[in-house]
């Protein structure tokens, strides 16, 4: 991650956070605990510094994208039964893998023809335990129709909700750094990657190794979509754009084209 | 009006117990799941159930397994109907769910719909 000058206002409150929720008096006695790593404060800081604003069915034209489109060509060359696998890296506090579950029970009418497998990654551990917990406020639903939060959310006292037992159990949740390739690779190919709003925060040799990283992440011909403003043509030349009807995809290309 | 009837849906992937779950209870019945077939056989001990909805393919006890061993109980729990869903379409897959005291079987994907109508038809509750 990189932050320049016009993000210093963003860096401070960050410090100035963990200084006051670790006691430091001093940026000097906090900067002695972070280089020491005192009760594992590299981490707490780490997570300070990723940002986590989300909610359900955000950019949901993709979500369209993969059902009408993506999955359709990658099911051609699979069996009844067969794997397809779905990768949200990063997955901040889980809306975006729990929304992709939704949106295939919802719009995907061969949910139960194959074996779905969706996980979500994310550097931060404190927001994964969020995500495995699965409950949301009000901000995080704001996008989603009154049937679906009646379908997939029990309520938890009278601001909260909580995502239904079998949802939850179907994503998995685990930590991975995508710009270190030792800890992307146990993960195996993907059908689709959501790497969306996170490239933009890297340096672009950070961004170079991340888009590495993924593309072997991917079974030939899988897809990787990216956030609406972030494109993968100025960060690798490894990837094939396709242009769908409602959205711009990368594709690593199908073994034997060129 | 018909008392609510009890569909115990037998599938190891949760996305698919929530699918099916969702198009049942919203035509009224009510819904129990298990992951497996060992689970399944489990659930039967505790509660009154109208009509078994198993997939084949899953771990610690198939489909077919959990439907011989329901098949040999008592005749309360041996006559509950059962649906077998699965992604496997040949005449001998049919067959062997036949053998193993299917009432009927649906190739996966099932249409929600559908899945609807013969839970209905199999319970004696037009849907």
């Known amino acids: 991650m990189v932050f320049g000058e016009a993000k210093r206002y963003y860096v401070e409150r960050r410090v100035l956070e963990r200084m006051s929720a670790t006691g430091s008096g001093t940026f000097a006695s906090y900067f002695t605990r972070l280089r020491t790593d005192a009760q594992g404060e590299i981490e707490q800081f780490v997570n300070a510094f990723t940002v986590n604003e989300t909610y359900f069915y955000r950019e949901d034209h993709q979500l369209k994208c993969l059902t009408t489109d993506l999955l359709t060509e990658r099911i051609r060359q699979k069996r009844k039964g067969d794997a397809v696998r779905i990768w949200c890296a990063p997955c901040s506090t889980g809306e975006e893998p729990y929304s992709v579950a939704m949106w295939l029970l919802e719009n995907w009418p061969l949910v139960d023809e194959y074996e779905i497998e969706i996980i979500g990654s994310d550097i931060d551990t404190a927001v994964l335990e969020i995500a495995r917990a699965g409950i949301y406020g009000k901000r995080a639903l704001m996008r989603l129709a009154p049937h679906l939060i009646e379908k997939y959310f029990a309520p938890l006292g009278a601001e909260n909700w909580q995502i239904v037992d079998d949802l939850r159990t179907s994503v998995q949740f685990s930590a991975a750094n995508i710009v270190e390739l030792a800890q992307t690779r146990p993960y195996g190919q993907f059908d689709v990657i959501f790497c969306r709003n996170v490239l933009i925060y890297f340096d672009d040799a950070s961004r170079r190794v991340a888009a590495e990283n993924l593309f072997e992440n991917l079974l030939p011909g899988g897809f990787i979509c990216l956030g609406h403003t972030e494109s993968m043509s100025r960060i690798s030349p490894l990837f094939e754009v396709r242009r769908f009807a409602d959205a711009i995809v990368y594709q690593r290309p199908a073994a034997g084209s060129t | ?127």
């Open chain 2, 1 to 127: 009006m018909d008392p609510q009837k009890t569909i115990l849906v037998v599938d190891d992937a949760s996305l698919v117990r929530l699918y099916y779950r969702t198009a049942l209870e919203g035509a009224g019945f009510h819904v129990v799941e298990a992951m497996n077939g060992l689970e399944a056989l489990e659930k039967l001990l505790i509660l009154p159930v109208h009509l078994l909805v198993v997939d084949i393919n899953m771990p610690h006890m198939d489909g077919l397994t959990f439907l011989e061993a329901v098949r040999r109980k008592n005749r309360e729990l041996a006559s509950i109907p059962a649906l077998v869903t699965s992604t496997e379409s040949a005449a001998a897959d049919f067959a062997a769910a036949r053998a193993a005291g299917a009432n009927y079987y649906l190739v996966k994907p099932i249409d929600q719909a559908k899945l609807v109508q013969f839970a209905g038809m199999l319970c004696g509750v037009p849907r």
